[in-house]
T-cell receptor
Framework: GENVEQHPSTLSVQEGDSAVIKCTYS??????FPWYKQELGKRPQLIID?????GEKKDQRIAVTLNKTAKHFSLHITETQPEDSAVYFC????????FGRGTSLIVHP | KAGVTQTPRYLIKTRGQQVTLSCSPI?????VSWYQQTPGQGLQFLFE???????NKGNFPGRFSGRQFSNSRSEMNVSTLELGDSALYLC?????????????FGDGTRLSIL
C-alpha cells in the first residue's frame, strides 16, 4: 500500500522566517496531495492542495510544490506568524488517502 | 453553509461494548469518509461511502463498519470494543467520490474505552 513519510516531525522558527515541510510517497498512482493544518483540539483544515498534473501552487503565504518523478512534495510557508503554530499533515491520495505523521510547527514571536 | 457535524463529541465505553457514531456532511456533499486519529498511528483511513455504497476501505478489522443513508448522512459502528480503539474518530465529506476531491473534516468524536 501507499506509504507517506513526512519531515521534520518538529519545526521551530522565529516569526517572519520561512518554514518548509517535506513529504515523500511510494505509490506512483497517487494523483492528489492535500495539506491540512490542525490546531490543538480542533479539526484538520484543508489549507492547500495540488493535483498530479501541476508542479506548483501558491495561495498568499502558502505554496506547495510537487515532483512526480522523485515522488515528493513540499509545503512552504513564508513570513510565518504565531498563529501559524499548529500540526501540519500531508496526504497522498491513490486508491485510498494516506497521511504523513505530522509536523508540529512552532512560531516564536 | 454549515460544516460537517459529528455526534456525539465525546463517548466513554467499556471493553466488549459496541458504539455507533454519526456524521452529517456539508449540504450538497455526497461522499463521506471516516478516519481514526491516534498519537501512535496518526490519521488512518477507515472507509469511504458514496451513494450509500462503500467505495473503498482501509486496513481495519471487520469490527469496524459503516453505512450511508439516502440523505448522505453516515454512521460508523465499532463492535466488541478494545482498549486500542480509544481514539478521535473523524468524518470528512466531499462533493463527490474521486481521488482529487477536497475533503472537509468534522470536529470528531473522542472515544475512550475503559
Amino acid at each position: 500500500g501507499e506509504n507517506v513519510e513526512q519531515h521534520p516531525s518538529t519545526l521551530s522558527v522565529q516569526e517572519g522566517d520561512s518554514a518548509v515541510i517535506k513529504c515523500t510517497y511510494s505509490d506512483s498512482a497517487s494523483n492528489y496531495f492535500p495539506w491540512y493544518k490542525q490546531e490543538l483540539g480542533k479539526r484538520p483544515q484543508l489549507i492547500i492542495d495540488i493535483r498530479s498534473n501541476v508542479g506548483e501552487k501558491k495561495d498568499q503565504r502558502i505554496a506547495v510544490t510537487l515532483n512526480k518523478t522523485a515522488k515528493h512534495f513540499s509545503l512552504h510557508i513564508t513570513e510565518t506568524q504565531p498563529e501559524d503554530s499548529a500540526v501540519y499533515f500531508c496526504a497522498a491520495r491513490g486508491y485510498i488517502p494516506t497521511f504523513g505523521r505530522g509536523t508540529s510547527l512552532i512560531v516564536h514571536p | 453553509k454549515a460544516g460537517v457535524t459529528q455526534t456525539p463529541r465525546y463517548l466513554i465505553k467499556t471493553r466488549g461494548q459496541q458504539v455507533t457514531l454519526s456524521c452529517s456532511p456539508i449540504s450538497g456533499h455526497r461522499s463521506v469518509s471516516w478516519y481514526q486519529q491516534t498519537p501512535g498511528q496518526g490519521l488512518q483511513f477507515l472507509f469511504e461511502y458514496f451513494s450509500e455504497t462503500q467505495r473503498n476501505k482501509g486496513n481495519f478489522p471487520g469490527r469496524f463498519s459503516g453505512r450511508q443513508f439516502s440523505n448522505s448522512r453516515s454512521e460508523m459502528n465499532v463492535s466488541t470494543l478494545e482498549l486500542g480503539d480509544s481514539a478521535l474518530y473523524l468524518c470528512a465529506s466531499s462533493l463527490s467520490q474521486g481521488g482529487d476531491q477536497p475533503q472537509h473534516f468534522g470536529d470528531g468524536t473522542r472515544l475512550s474505552i475503559l
